[in-house]
């Protein structure tokens, strides 16, 4: 045990001198302040009674210096200055007619002499002489008065004339004759104050003396009882109260020292509990340690975990999603198309519950950073709409994008994490929604100097949510209900991950619902100005053409109102046929909008009649919005023929694509061009890819080339060990072995295949054309490769070409286009995917394959876009490759609205 020690030193000088100082200081202040009043009275009576002196002089001397004056006899004024001036301290006297005239003066010839007031001066005042000091001289002067008696001639009763001013008296005395009194006053003063200050202090030490040397015993008790020797005792001393204090000091020096014995055996004691104590702990400590690290290894190997197997059972499902739609566009019947269905929306579900595990488990780990560049809203916006709007559709929903006017084009934001939030709320709403609609707004909540407040708000007319519900929908793995996940599927993650990614950026989130109406979520992002850029770069002018609007809903018209408006100078709105006719009729315009959202997506027939009712007053260019379902019915029908001039627009449409409907461009497709045939050529194909392979089957089949195809580079091996094959054709990037690894096996080998001239392919540029040693490359082709360069090569290798030539056409009219534009629409979900889970390896196989597709199968600008993402892919640039991935889903529907 401590014991905090305090020392206690004795300083009795100390203490005898503030008692001195407490004695002798009041006394020093009295007796200072009694000296000097009595100084100063004995000196001003010294200053007064020569005052009286000079005075007296002066008025002596004007009561018997009338008659000279008036006589003006200098002898006699001459004798009275004489007698004067042996007076002490007299320094001059001078007498003055009426008018300050010197008479008789023993001044210096010309000297002015202090004035007076004479108007104030009367005959008979009681103080006759006036005082001036000037020079440290005093000046008494008095006036000299002329009476006349009083006489009573003849009985007369006029009386004496009143006296008249004769002159003045002026004494000069010299106040310095006072001044040995005056310092003699002050030292008996001083001497009497300092004698009785003497005094004071000698009887104040004598007085410490007798009351501290008690105390200072005391003292040197305490100060020996503090350092330990609780044997040492205070003397008892006179008086009562030191003598009471002794016996206080004594008795705490012996329960002191008692209390120390016990508290000692106490701190053993207590000393060997707390070592016990202290062991157990430390052991404690090792054991939740080890619990700690173990929780943590735990925890990341669970992350590691979820995180594999979440990109591990992505692929698998991305299988049998795509074989689903390969099942569903062959001939089945009405049963296994629904098996295929059911089996489709399972994937979907289960593709969408892992992606979102995927995403959750980086937000715990706090392995998420913001990638904030200038990014376009429009787009962000509007691309996770498009990707889910046939979702919607599907669902008999209106999908709504509104973004409201003055909202910026460019901001800078993480243009990943700003489409996840939207996509995560949008497809929550469309999961929970059977009837009505989804709407998406955005606005500008407010502007600051370098930033805005973007409030992007997901509002359905789904299930809603009870009010008891609210507060735990954005926890971890929670729903309102159970029967909700048993109904609609998902495990709870979208707003948890949606609230996570909004605090990264500094947002807030507002949830509102209403059991049975629907729900409405607000999220208020704080999103920096692009300052440095043009912020509304890459928006069209507008137009000089008049567009009318024709949509039943006034939320989506007013949508379609709001883009509307950026892209032409007049555009007007309609809710019905009839008022539509009747504005056509008053403000003819240069295009219609038709966006029908009272009819079902899958009523073709009532969309048909309804824009020949519309034909029928209106002879303008049509644009009609439509779900993916309705263009692929209506597009290059009869139908559709009969209707022109109209456009189809997958809707919710975007801003680029009313741009460029309205500018009327389209895609055309490439001229047919002559394709070499290869009958009796055998060629062995080594490619991973499952897409990648159909593109060679297709390739090959049309060429009547025979064919072996292999899934990697091992059983391309074991395949050159079977058969003998005139060209080897191989992937250069592929799991396990890649092609240069696998064609050196092959060489290796003692078979038929060992010389078998062989051909690169690849995405990667830097790839030289020249082969290293034993590998047998003879070509080296890149991705987009073309379809004719690669038979013309396995003619020339093999040297069995040029037997026939076809009208070449382009694969794609070889394939179902149903068949072919889902795989192309699958790729481009996945190549999303792995961008937004910042897969690179998963990016740069996917852009290779894409490549391939792009190059084999002549689709024009998306070959070109298609490399520029493998390059973007390969340099990790993620925002390059979102905005690629967004002109790539453009081109698709391009492309789409012109093959058909």
Known sequence: MSFYRVSIMPNN?????????????????????????????????????????????????????????????????????????????????????????????????????????????EYGSPDMAIYTEVDEVWYFQSPVWVTYLDTEDYG???????????????????????????????????????????????????????????????????SAIEGGDYSARAQRGPGYEVDVLAQGINHMAQSIADSRTGLQREVKRATAELQATLSDLREKNRELEIARQSAEDANAAKTDFLARMSHELRTPLNSIHGFVELLQ??????????????????????????????????????????????????????????????????????????????????????S???????????????????????????????????????????????????????????????QADSSISRRFGGAGLGLAIVKALTDLMGGSIVLESTLGVGTEITVDLPLRKDLAGLGEEGVPERQPIRVSIYDPRKNSRDALLHLLDRLVERVDGYADIPSLREGVGTNPPDRILVNPVELSADDVDGLVARLNTIRQFADVP???????????????????????????????????????????????????????????????????????????????QRAECDFCLTADGQEAIAASMREKFDVIIVDGHMPGLDGWETLRAIRALTNSNHATPAILLTADVVVEATAPAGVGIRRVMHKPFDEGELLRAIADLSGKGGQQSAPRDTALRGIPKEKFYSQLDQLLATLAKANGEGDIDMLEELSHQLLGIAGVFRLGALGGLAEDLHAAARSASRDRVTSLLVELGREMEQLKRSVG
Request: net charge negative.
């Open 13 to 121: 000088h100390s203490l005898r001198r503030r008692l001195v100082l407490a004695t002798t200081v009041p006394l020093l202040v009295l007796t200072l302040l009694l000296t000097a009043t009595t100084v100063t009275e004995r000196d001003r009576g010294i200053v007064n009674r020569l005052q009286e002196f000079g005075g007296g002089i002066a008025t002596y001397l004007a009561s018997v210096s009338d008659f000279a004056l008036y006589s003006s006899d200098r002898q006699l004024l001459n004798a009275l200055v004489t007698a004067t001036m042996g007076q002490e301290g007299v320094k001059g006297i001078a007498f003055l007619d009426a008018e300050r005239q010197a008479v008789v003066s023993t001044f210096t010839e010309g000297f002015l002499f202090p004035s007076v007031e004479q108007s104030g001066v």
């Open 156 to 222: 007369a009763e006029a009386g004496p004339p009143a006296p008249r001013l004769l002159g003045w008296v002026v004494v000069a005395l010299d106040p310095s004759i006072a001044q040995a009194e005056r310092q003699g006053v002050l030292v008996s003063g001083v001497g009497i104050a300092a004698g009785i200050l003497t005094m004071a202090i000698v009887l104040s030490y004598l007085l410490s003396r007798n009351i501290l040397d008690p105390i200072s015993q005391l003292t040197k008790t305490v």
């Open 329 to 414: 566009s062959s001939d089945l019947d009405d049963s296994a198309l629904q098996y295929c269905r059911i089996i489709d929306q399972a994937a979907h579900l289960l593709l969408q519950l892992i992606d979102d595990i995927l995403v959750f488990t980086r937000l715990q780990a706090q392995a998420t950073e913001l990638e904030v560049l200038p990014v376009d809203i429009y787009q962000c916006l509007e691309d996770p709409v498009q990707l889910l709007a046939p979702l919607a559709h599907d669902k008999q929903l209106d999908l709504i994008l509104d973004i409201a006017p003055g909202t910026p084009k460019t901001l800078l934001a993480d």
């Open 416 to 478: 990943r994490r700003l489409r996840q939030i939207i996509t995560n709320l949008l497809s929550n709403a469309i999961k929970f929604t059977e009837q009505g609609y989804v709407l998406v707004k955005a606005s500008l909540v407010s502007e600051q100097e370098d930033y805005y407040r973007l409030a992007i708000v997901v509002k359905d007319t789904g299930i809603g949510i009870p009010k008891q519900q609210l507060k735990y929908v954005f926890d971890v793995f929670n």
């Open 622 to 700: 049509l644009i009609v919005g439509v779900t993916l379902k309705q263009m692929q019915q209506i597009i290059g029908t009869q139908r559709e023929v009969a209707l022109r001039p109209v456009h189809f627009v997958s809707k919710p449409p975007t801003l680029e694509v009313l741009r460029d409907v309205l500018k009327g461009s389209e895609l055309a497709l490439p001229a047919p061009e002559l394709l070499p045939q290869l009958p009796g050529v055998n060629v062995l194909v080594a490619e991973d890819n499952e897409f990648s392979q159909f593109l060679m089957k297709t390739i090959l």
